[in-house]
C-alpha cells in the first residue's frame, strides 16, 4: 500500500483506504454503505474482490489528484463521453480554461471503478460538501455494482441496456445527467433506489424515491430490483429520506441544466 494511505477498512472483501486525515467515522460509514448495497448479490462484490477493485477516501482539504494512483490525470478532451450536454456547449470557459487539478477538483469529489473514490464530507453528510442533500458516495458505488453485473450476470446487463434504450426512445429523464451514459443512468437510478439522491422534475413530475422511480421507469427499476432485493435504506447513509434532498424554495417544473 502507498505510504499516502495510513488507514484501511474492508468491506466484503473490499479495501476502503484513506490518509491520515480522514476520520475513522468516514470510512465506517463508507464500509457500512458498501456492506449495505451488496447483501443482496454478495457475488458481485466478491467479483469486485478478486478484480483489485479499491475506495479511498478524500479528506475535506484533499482532492482526486491528491491519490498517487491519479496523480497524472488529464483534463478531458471535447470528445469525451462523460460530459454533459451543458459541458460540451461551455467547454472552452468550464474545461479549457482550468488546469487538470482543477478540472477535476472542481468536477468531482468521487468516482467510480477499479479505484473508486469517495469524500469525507459526502459519507458524512457535511454541510461542506458540495453535494449536500445526496450521498454521491452510493452513485460511484452504483457504478461498480454494474461492472460486476455485465461480467457476473450478462443477462440482466441486456436488461439494464434494454431500459436504458427505452429510456432514451421514450424521452425519460430528458436533459438529465441520468441520460449521459448507461452507467449514469444505473448510478442514478441506484440512488433512487435507496432513496438518497436529490428531487429530478420532468414537466412538473417529481423523482424522489423509489416509490416514484417504480412508477416512472419501471424497466429500470425492475433491473435495480435483481441487483437489490428489497432493501431500499443503506446502512450509515447520511442523506436517506432526508428533507434535505428537496431544495428549499418553490418545486422546479424541471431540474434539467438549463445551458
Given at each position: 500500500?502507498?505510504?499516502?494511505?495510513?488507514?484501511?477498512?474492508?468491506?466484503?472483501?473490499?479495501?476502503?483506504?484513506?490518509?491520515?486525515?480522514?476520520?475513522?467515522?468516514?470510512?465506517?460509514?463508507?464500509?457500512?454503505?458498501?456492506?449495505?448495497?451488496?447483501?443482496?448479490?454478495?457475488?458481485?462484490?466478491?467479483?469486485?474482490?478478486?478484480?483489485?477493485?479499491?475506495?479511498?477516501?478524500?479528506?475535506?482539504?484533499?482532492?482526486?489528484?491528491?491519490?498517487?494512483?491519479n496523480a497524472a490525470w488529464k483534463k478531458p478532451?471535447?470528445?469525451?463521453?462523460?460530459?454533459?450536454?451543458?459541458?460540451?456547449?461551455?467547454?472552452?470557459?468550464?474545461?479549457?480554461?482550468?488546469?487538470?487539478?482543477?478540472?477535476?477538483?472542481?468536477?468531482?469529489?468521487?468516482?467510480?471503478?477499479?479505484?473508486?473514490?469517495?469524500?469525507?464530507?459526502?459519507?458524512?453528510?457535511?454541510?461542506?460538501?458540495?453535494?449536500?442533500?445526496?450521498?454521491?458516495?452510493?452513485?460511484?458505488?452504483?457504478?461498480?455494482?454494474?461492472?460486476?453485473?455485465?461480467?457476473?450476470?450478462?443477462?440482466?446487463?441486456?436488461?439494464?441496456?434494454?431500459?436504458?434504450?427505452?429510456?432514451?426512445?421514450?424521452?425519460?429523464?430528458?436533459?438529465?445527467?441520468?441520460?449521459?451514459?448507461?452507467?449514469?443512468?444505473?448510478?442514478?437510478?441506484?440512488?433512487?433506489?435507496?432513496?438518497?439522491?436529490?428531487?429530478?422534475?420532468?414537466?412538473?413530475?417529481?423523482?424522489?424515491?423509489?416509490?416514484?422511480?417504480?412508477?416512472?421507469?419501471?424497466?429500470?427499476?425492475?433491473?435495480?430490483?435483481?441487483?437489490?432485493?428489497?432493501?431500499?435504506?443503506?446502512?450509515?447513509?447520511?442523506?436517506?429520506?432526508?428533507?434535505?434532498?428537496?431544495?428549499?424554495?418553490?418545486?422546479?417544473?424541471?431540474?434539467?441544466?438549463?445551458?
Amino acid at each position: 500500500m502507498p505510504a499516502f494511505y495510513a488507514k484501511e477498512v474492508t468491506a466484503r472483501g473490499i479495501p476502503i483506504r484513506s490518509s491520515a486525515k480522514v476520520r475513522d467515522e468516514a470510512l465506517l460509514a463508507a464500509r457500512d454503505m458498501v456492506r449495505s448495497m451488496f447483501s443482496h448479490r454478495p457475488e458481485l462484490a466478491k467479483w469486485l474482490a478478486r478484480n483489485d477493485y479499491r475506495v479511498a477516501i478524500i479528506a475535506v482539504d484533499e482532492a482526486l489528484l491528491d491519490l498517487p494512483e491519479n496523480a497524472a490525470w488529464k483534463k478531458p478532451a471535447k470528445d469525451d463521453p462523460r460530459l454533459t450536454r451543458c459541458e460540451l456547449k461551455h467547454y472552452d470557459a468550464r474545461i479549457g480554461a482550468l488546469s487538470d487539478r482543477q478540472y477535476w477538483d472542481n468536477r468531482a469529489r468521487g468516482i467510480g471503478g477499479e479505484r473508486t473514490v469517495g469524500s469525507e464530507e459526502d459519507v458524512l453528510g457535511l454541510p461542506v460538501s458540495r453535494y449536500y442533500g445526496e450521498t454521491i458516495f452510493v452513485h460511484e458505488m452504483g457504478h461498480n455494482v454494474l461492472f460486476a453485473i455485465e461480467a457476473v450476470d450478462p443477462a440482466l446487463y441486456a436488461r439494464v441496456e434494454a431500459a436504458y434504450a427505452n429510456a432514451l426512445k421514450s424521452g425519460l429523464w430528458l436533459n438529465e445527467y441520468t441520460t449521459t451514459t448507461l452507467q449514469e443512468y444505473w448510478a442514478e437510478g441506484t440512488q433512487f433506489w435507496f432513496d438518497s439522491n436529490k428531487l429530478q422534475a420532468f414537466d412538473g413530475r417529481r423523482i424522489l424515491g423509489h416509490e416514484d422511480l417504480a412508477a416512472y421507469d419501471p424497466q429500470l427499476y425492475a433491473a435495480l430490483a435483481d441487483a437489490y432485493g428489497t432493501n431500499h435504506k443503506l446502512r450509515s447513509d447520511p442523506f436517506y429520506l432526508s428533507e434535505l434532498r428537496v431544495p428549499k424554495g418553490p418545486i422546479p417544473k424541471n431540474t434539467a441544466e438549463e445551458c
